[in-house]
């Protein structure tokens, strides 16, 4: 089976830097993927990393070690739209499975 | 281009009544999800196809059946419903074997 670790609940003021960490254990891993949800509404994909390292896609970045089965999304100059839910999602096949998010609340 | 519909968007139900939920893409996606998400508990895969034609069980499929006789269409069924399936449905497609999805608005399911 696959499990996720990561934590429930960050707040931060606007303009901080936010560090969310997952870890997780897995068969068969091919990646780890990360998605942004809104209030409940449809998720949407931020990043994904098949390999060590670090992926920037604007002010956010998503690093990986598949060594320590261990990964991160860092969200840097915080701004009040990035106060949502995110999931970390391993890859296994053709399937995902999500970790049970991490609520991120941007204070002014 | 609509992306990824679902319909409904809200539905109630007593328990034991049946009904189908409806998803629909216009990307011509191979592969196609349905999960759903409780309070607490991210999103977990209820059943997924990798093209028209083929099913395949994911981690929480009981009380559950889909079909994909065309490929922009995913159903998923509830036979008899239950209290326990009041949920969140969320219907997604993807590309590229699956790290990519896109996801639907969700349907919004309460079982009496």
């Known amino acids: 089976g696959q499990s996720l670790e990561q934590p429930s609940e960050v707040t931060a003021v606007e303009g901080a830097i936010v560090q969310i960490n997952c870890t997780y254990q897995?068969?068969?891993?091919?990646?780890l993927s990360w998605y942004q949800q809104h209030d409940g509404g449809a998720p949407t994909f931020l990043s994904y990393n098949a390999l060590d390292g670090l992926e920037e896609t604007g002010r956010f970045s998503s690093f990986l070690s598949r060594s320590d089965s261990y990964g991160y999304l860092l969200l840097q100059e915080l701004q009040m739209k990035d106060s949502a839910s995110y999931f970390c999602a391993v890859r296994h096949d053709y399937k995902l499975s999500f970790g049970a998010g991490t609520t991120v609340t941007v204070r002014a | 281009n609509a992306g990824v519909t679902q319909t409904p968007k809200f539905r109630v139900l007593k328990t034991g009544q049946s009904m189908t939920l409806l998803c629909a893409q216009d990307?011509?996606?191979?592969?196609m999800y349905w999960y759903r998400q409780d309070p607490g508990m991210g999103l977990r895969l209820i059943h997924y196809?990798?093209?028209?034609?083929?099913?395949a069980k994911g981690e929480v499929p009981d009380g559950y059946n889909v079909s994909r006789l065309k490929k922009q269409n995913f159903l998923l069924g509830l036979e008899s419903a239950a209290p326990s399936q009041t949920s969140v449905y969320f219907c997604?497609?993807?590309?590229?074997?699956?790290?990519?999805?896109?996801f639907g608005p969700g349907t919004r399911l309460t079982v009496l």
């Open positions: 990307m011509n996606h191979e592969y």
């Open positions: 897995t068969s068969g891993f091919y990646g």
């Open positions: 997604a497609s993807s590309p590229d074997r699956g790290y990519e999805q896109f």
């Open positions: 196809s990798v093209g028209e034609g083929t099913t």
